[in-house]
């Protein structure tokens, strides 16, 4: 097979999968950061209950986001009641607009190659 003839490679075709980040791209931490994107702040426990996760799974997804500086976590009470809040960091709203701009790429490009008929 000739050169000419071969499918170009991801990397050569600079295909729209390449601007999906590990971190981000994980279904559960993308929804933590779209939630939080949403509002200045959001409880654990809501997170938890809308993402249907256990509380330690939730706990390894946060501290994944932290490390990478997406989030901020705040800690304290709400009346006697201890309570954990998340932000999204400008790191964090970066990431999760590059995440998006890759999807809808990625989307034009297989509508644009598979059109409906």
């Known amino acids: 097979m000739e050169d000419d003839d071969k499918a170009p490679t991801a990397s050569s075709a600079g295909h729209p999968t390449n601007g999906l980040s590990d971190v981000v791209h994980?279904?559960?931490?993308?929804?933590?950061?779209?939630?939080?994107?949403?509002?200045?702040?959001?409880e654990v426990a809501y997170l938890r209950d809308t993402l249907e996760l256990t509380a330690g799974n939730l706990?390894?997804?946060?501290?994944?986001?932290?490390?990478?500086g997406l989030i901020q976590i705040e800690r304290g009470y709400h009346g006697r009641r201890p309570k954990t809040w998340i932000r999204i960091t400008r790191q964090g709203q970066e990431a999760l607009a590059a995440e998006i701009a890759a999807l809808q790429q990625l989307l034009r490009g297989h509508q644009h190659s598979h059109p409906r008929g």
């Open 26 to 42: 994980q279904r559960h931490r993308l929804g933590i950061l779209t939630i939080a994107a949403e509002s200045e702040r959001v």
């Open 59 to 68: 706990s390894r997804h946060l501290a994944v986001l932290e490390e990478a």
